[in-house]
């Protein structure tokens, strides 16, 4: 193809558009595209480099069973007569999906269809689950709906800006950049940055709270008692306004900076900002999800956006960041396992109107297995038959080497994927090549719930198709022929649409209704938009708000559940690093995105080095109570002692000893299902 193709990036929940224009030497050159309102033309490092993501080594690029070269017909009739086999011998709930926020939305519509409501079982799960599930429950407790109420455009109308649990600078890069423009275009706005790290996004702040870690929901409960002090609440828009006032009226100054381990000044400065500025965001994003208590942290933030009405107005609100490219439409269209398609719930009214749409009578009837329960069900036998769906849960999922024996013992683990060896796929007994970015069409949704086309502009190598082809292909061979008779993206996708306006009456706040009828051009052509997308022309969040009234929801501020003991003294925290992605299977390959950090490396304070007698550049051995993991020591002050930090991408190909979810134990928030990946009691010593 010799056009300019526009596209949008495949990593972060930023959603940048690109354009992919051919290049000389035969390739093509990625470059930012002006025209797309997340981005404006600008790409961070990853975005730019994609370009040098698109050769074929190591893909996937036939249809294979139990080792063997299959054709598609083969493998997918091979496939389809074992998943049949389970179902008929242990019922519907012996098989589970693995999604990921890397699918299509159309990819993630049809794998929820053939499961939910086909075979009539909710256990499809996500690796989203690790990333964004408990702002999700914050969402759906306060405002009623899984409503983010922010755009990025909130940027640069706002006040102050609260980072928190957010290392924007090199997670959500373009996002930081917006900020650091905004910031420097309106000098008064001010930044706030609550993160026990001193990390790139602390930079441009103009306070620095570095508290305990996982003690974030305190400083929040005591701004909205502090909030109360200043001004009563308008009692008539909440619901449950007691409990929770109740519970924060317990939270003094003194009380929030004993918990955080703040000095009271800082506290104090952090209030008087919130509470006396006009406009205010808070920017969440793993740091506050990725914890026992996350649900309760999104609570505490969204609360005092509430009490102070900061919120539904420009330059306003509690943003939740998504990590990945899609993970918003896998929100929409129920790829978590606690919720049915386009927002709705599993009460019988829903359940209801899903099989009417969809023409089943077999519509899950309760929520199915969520991630770390999922992979603890394979291991007990439970579950039968997994189809892991573009990720890499071997590496990614806490108790990573749980996971691998789990999935060694599954008799039927399906992997759709674009790399042929991976650390999941060495226990796949049936592999199916899944088209890669630049060869696959649908959509993805992005932070600010703007849905954006991925175009491919690049031919599908050997045998490679689209995710949502081999589910409707298996799904026609269990019976369901008439069901996902699709035969294009674009027909997945208007179904989607019209699902989401189906008896909606404006109770659902998902609603694109709008772009239920577009043509196959039309959808081709779909620029950017933010949903919903309907005929009704008021604006979002006022519609949602005069729905009914909101939640302020009580929050019991909770430390994690892992605390240091005197065989494990120091905290681990996991992130992101700049320049790669997920498990490195696509960056991991890009020679100058592996020049910032080129191995597993353990960020150490100064007098934790000495205490424990390393130093800069020695090799470590971390263990924690689930396993261990070797990594080069970086000695930093942006560290709090008896705290470190270790990046969460290395797979085995890249260190066979650099996986640090092996350590990690797969504690989970209650509500959100949501693994504590950010605080983990560990030991060093030198390997
Ligand atoms: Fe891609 Fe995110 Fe970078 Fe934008 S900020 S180019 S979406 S990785």
């Given at each position: 193809m010799n056009t300019v193709v526009r596209s949008t990036c495949p990593y972060c929940g930023v959603g940048c558009g690109v354009e992919a224009r051919p290049a000389v030497n035969g390739g093509h050159e990625i470059i930012g595209d002006k025209q797309h309102p997340a981005n404006f033309g600008r790409l961070c490092v990853k975005g730019a480099a994609l370009g040098e993501t698109l050769g074929l080594e190591g893909r996937l690029l036939y249809p294979e069973v139990d080792g063997e070269r299959m054709t598609w017909n083969a493998a997918l009739d091979e496939t389809a007569s074992r998943l049949q086999a389970i179902i008929d011998e242990f019922g519907p709930k012996a098989v589970a999906f693995y999604a990921s926020g890397q699918l299509l939305t159309e990819d993630y519509y049809a794998a929820n269809k053939l499961m939910k409501g086909f075979i009539g079982a909710a256990n499809i799960d996500t690796n989203s689950r690790l990333c964004m599930s408990s702002a999700v429950v914050g969402y759906k407790r306060a405002l009623g709906a899984d409503f983010v109420p922010c755009s990025y455009e909130d940027l640069e109308q706002t006040d102050l800006v609260v980072l928190v649990g957010s290392n924007a600078a090199w997670a959500h890069p373009v996002l930081y950049q917006r900020l650091v423009q905004a910031k420097k275009l309106r000098p008064q706005m001010k930044v706030v940055v609550i993160d026990p790290r001193r990390t790139a996004t602390s930079d441009i702040a103009d306070l620095h709270l570095?508290?305990?870690?996982?003690?974030?929901?305190?400083?929040?409960?005591?701004?909205?008692?502090?909030?109360?002090?200043?001004?009563?609440?308008?009692?008539?828009?909440?619901?449950?306004?007691?409990?929770?006032?109740?519970?924060?009226?317990?939270?003094?100054?003194?009380?929030?900076?004993?918990?955080?381990?703040?000095?009271?000044?800082?506290?104090?400065?952090?209030?008087?900002?919130?509470?006396?500025?006009?406009?205010?965001?808070?920017?969440?994003?793993?740091?506050?999800?990725?914890?026992?208590?996350?649900?309760?942290?999104?609570?505490?933030?969204?609360?005092?956006?509430?009490?102070?009405?900061?919120?539904?107005?420009?330059?306003?609100?509690?943003?939740?960041?998504?990590?990945?490219?899609?993970?918003?439409?896998?929100?929409?269209?129920?790829?978590?396992?606690?919720?049915?398609?386009?927002?709705?719930?599993?009460?019988?009214?829903?359940?209801?109107?899903?099989?009417?749409?969809?023409?089943?009578?077999?519509?899950?009837?309760?929520?199915?297995?969520?991630?770390?329960?999922?992979?603890?069900?394979?291991?007990?036998?439970?579950?039968?038959?997994?189809?892991?769906?573009?990720?890499?849960?071997?590496?990614?999922?806490?108790?990573?080497?749980?996971?691998?024996?789990?999935?060694?013992?599954?008799?039927?683990?399906?992997?759709?994927?674009?790399?042929?060896?991976?650390?999941?796929?060495?226990?796949?007994?049936?592999?199916?090549?899944?088209?890669?970015?630049?060869?696959?069409?649908?959509?993805?949704?992005?932070?600010?719930?703007?849905?954006?086309?991925?175009?491919?502009?690049l031919p599908s190598p050997g045998e490679a198709r689209a995710e949502w082809w081999m589910i409707s292909q298996i799904a026609r061979r269990l019976g369901y022929a008439e069901a996902f008779s699709w035969q294009h993206a674009h027909e997945i996708f208007c179904e989607h649409a019209a699902l989401s306006g189906y008896e909606n009456n404006g109770s659902r706040a998902f609603d694109i209704s709008g772009l239920a009828h577009l043509n196959l051009e039309q959808y081709d052509a779909l620029e950017p938009v933010r949903w919903p997308v309907t005929t009704a022309s008021t604006p979002a969040f006022k519609s949602w708000r005069s729905n009914g009234k909101f939640q302020l929801v009580p929050v019991e501020p909770e430390l994690p559940e892992a605390l240091a003991d005197h065989r494990y003294p120091l905290i681990l925290n996991t992130g992101r690093i700049r320049d790669q992605w997920h498990t490195m299977t696509r960056t991991g390959g890009v020679p100058r995105l592996m020049q910032h950090i080129n191995m597993p490396l353990i960020d150490i304070h100064p007098h934790d080095a000495k205490r424990y007698g390393v130093t800069e550049g020695d090799l470590v051995r971390i263990a924690s109570r689930q396993g261990g993991m070797v990594a080069r020591v970086q000695v930093s002050d942006s560290q709090l002692p008896g705290n470190v930090f270790a990046p969460m991408h290395w797979n085995q190909q890249f260190s066979r000893r650099g996986l640090v979810n092996g350590l990690v134990a797969g504690v989970c928030d209650p509500h959100s299902g949501q693994p504590e990946s950010k605080q983990t009691a560990v030991r060093i010593q030198r390997w």
């Open positions: 570095a508290l305990r870690p996982g003690s974030d929901a305190g400083l929040f409960v005591g701004l909205l008692n502090y909030l109360l002090q200043q001004q009563p609440l308008m009692t008539d828009r909440f619901d449950g306004q007691s409990d929770a006032t109740t519970l924060a009226a317990g939270w003094s100054l003194a009380k929030c900076a004993d918990f955080c381990q703040l000095e009271s000044a800082a506290v104090q400065t952090f209030w008087q900002w919130f509470a006396s500025t006009d406009r205010a965001m808070t920017l969440y994003t793993m740091g506050i999800n990725q914890s026992s208590s996350g649900s309760d942290k999104c609570n505490a933030i969204i609360n005092v956006h509430l009490a102070s009405d900061k919120i539904g107005r420009p330059g306003c609100g509690p943003f939740s960041l998504t990590g990945q490219p899609n993970a918003m439409g896998g929100r929409e269209v129920g790829g978590l396992a606690n919720q049915l398609a386009c927002h709705m719930n599993f009460e019988p009214a829903d359940i209801a109107k899903l099989g009417r749409f969809w023409g089943s009578e077999r519509i899950a009837q309760t929520s199915g297995l969520m991630a770390v329960e999922l992979f603890e069900a394979i291991a007990r036998g439970d579950v039968k038959a997994v189809w892991i769906m573009g990720t890499n849960p071997a590496v990614s999922l806490p108790d990573s080497s749980r996971v691998a024996q789990a999935l060694a013992s599954c008799p039927l683990v399906i992997i759709s994927d674009v790399v042929r060896n991976t650390d999941t796929s060495r226990f796949a007994t049936v592999r199916f090549p899944a088209q890669a970015w630049g060869e696959k069409n649908g959509t993805v949704t992005n932070s600010e719930r703007r849905i954006s086309r991925q175009r491919g502009f």
